[in-house]
């Protein structure tokens, strides 16, 4: 069982940066990819950004430019770089690790961190 939590969350200006952690309770150097995804109020969870095992990264459009995901395998966590945040960032982050176990695909996900961007 893959423990993830994040934090960084809080509260910023439209124009703020934001850097979110996620720290996995095992060695995350196997996973297959790590990602972060939001949920707004009322609607559904949406992926951000991935970081594949070989380090391969993808955004979604609304934040391409503006964050950043990146992996320290040495301190198991994964990070989250989020510049010229924008009111419509607003949302409950969460960390997801996609781990492979022999034949198995298995999903862990952390407890939200919530971001709010507001004047």
């Known amino acids: 069982q893959v423990q993830l939590v994040e934090s960084g969350g809080g509260f910023v200006q439209p124009g703020g940066s934001l850097r979110l952690s996620c720290a996995a309770s095992e060695s995350i150097f196997s996973f297959n990819y790590m990602a972060w995804y939001r949920q707004a109020p009322g609607q559904q969870r949406e992926a951000v950004a991935t970081i594949t095992r070989g380090g391969i990264t993808n955004y979604a459009d609304s934040v391409k430019g503006r964050f950043t995901i990146s992996r320290d395998n040495a301190m198991n966590t994964v990070y989250l770089q989020m510049n010229s945040l924008k009111p419509e960032d607003t949302a409950v982050y969460y960390c997801?690790?996609?781990?492979?176990?022999?034949?198995?695909?298995?999903?862990?996900w952390g407890q939200g961190t919530p971001v709010t961007v507001s004047s």
């Open positions: 997801n690790a996609h781990v492979l176990r022999g034949p198995r695909s298995l999903d862990y």
